[in-house]
């Protein structure tokens, strides 16, 4: 299984990115649940966004109402609609799936949100 995340850039607070997934060598609706993480320069790595194998979606605090995750069955993609951002969202964002007790990660796609 390989995913491989993609979208990130520079951005000025209050404006929007969207971050994609490729999934490859298993289908989404297989994988228990995928989502986001995000880790800051000098923090922990934290869940962001993540939705289960039936389609329920749950997000962090921080950002509900801002954030949207998504789901393309038919073409194995996944995606993190990010609205209105804030300077605290500059982070490196992880795509990660789970299959069984297996975790898979992407790579990091930056994010960084000027003020």
């Known amino acids: 299984v390989q995913l491989q995340a993609s979208g990130g850039g520079l951005v000025q607070a209050g404006g929007s990115l969207r971050l994609s997934c490729a999934l490859h060598a298993q289908r989404i609706i297989s994988m228990n649940d995928m989502g986001w993480y995000r880790q800051a320069p000098g923090k922990p790595r934290e869940q962001v966004a993540w939705v289960g194998r039936g389609g329920v979606k749950n997000y962090i605090d921080p950002v509900k109402g801002r954030f949207t995750i998504s789901r393309d069955i038919a073409n194995n993609m996944m995606y993190l609609q990010m609205n209105n951002l804030k300077p605290e969202d500059t982070a490196e964002y992880y795509c990660?799936?789970?299959?069984?007790?297996?975790?898979?990660w992407g790579q990091g796609t930056l994010v960084t949100v000027s003020s």
């Open positions: 990660h799936a789970r299959l069984g007790r297996t975790s898979y």
